[in-house]
Nanobody, 122 residues
Framework: QVQLVESGGGLVQAGGSLRLSCAASGRTFSGYTMGWFRQAPGLEREFVASISWSGGYYADSVKGRFTISRDNAKNTVYLQMNSLKPEDTAVYYC?????????????????WGQGTQVTVSS
């Protein structure tokens, strides 16, 4: 059974940093695209970042502030978030899909974690 388990969320002041982790189990994800989406109350789930062998991709709203990385030996993906803003407040979801090309559409991802809350106070 495939599981994605996020950790590292919490409450932080604007300008601060958080590092999210996602531990994957149930299969090897080295050939998969791993990604992060987020969803704020009343809004649709939106793409944040993804990483595959072809590289890392970011939403314009987080480019230059967030960095996605992965450790295939540990089946884990990370999201380093710096210079956080109140508008970054959301539930952050780890996700995975087969294939390596860039794809920001949530419906095309195969596996999802339960999410971790990130709250940025002003």
């Amino acid at each position: 059974q495939v599981q994605l388990v996020e950790s590292g969320g919490g409450l932080v002041q604007a300008g601060g940093s958080l590092r999210l982790s996602c531990a994957a189990s149930g299969r090897t994800f080295s050939g998969y695209t791993m990604g992060w989406f987020r969803q704020a109350p009343g809004l649709e789930r939106e793409f944040v970042a993804s990483i595959s062998w072809s590289g890392g991709y970011y939403a314009d709203s987080v480019k230059g502030r967030f960095t996605i990385s992965r450790d295939n030996a540990k089946n884990t993906v990370y999201l380093q978030m710096n210079s956080l803003k109140p508008e970054d407040t959301a539930v952050y979801y780890c996700t995975a899909r087969s294939g390596s090309y860039y794809n920001p559409r949530a419906r095309d991802y195969d596996y999802w974690g339960q999410g971790t809350q990130v709250t940025v106070s002003s």
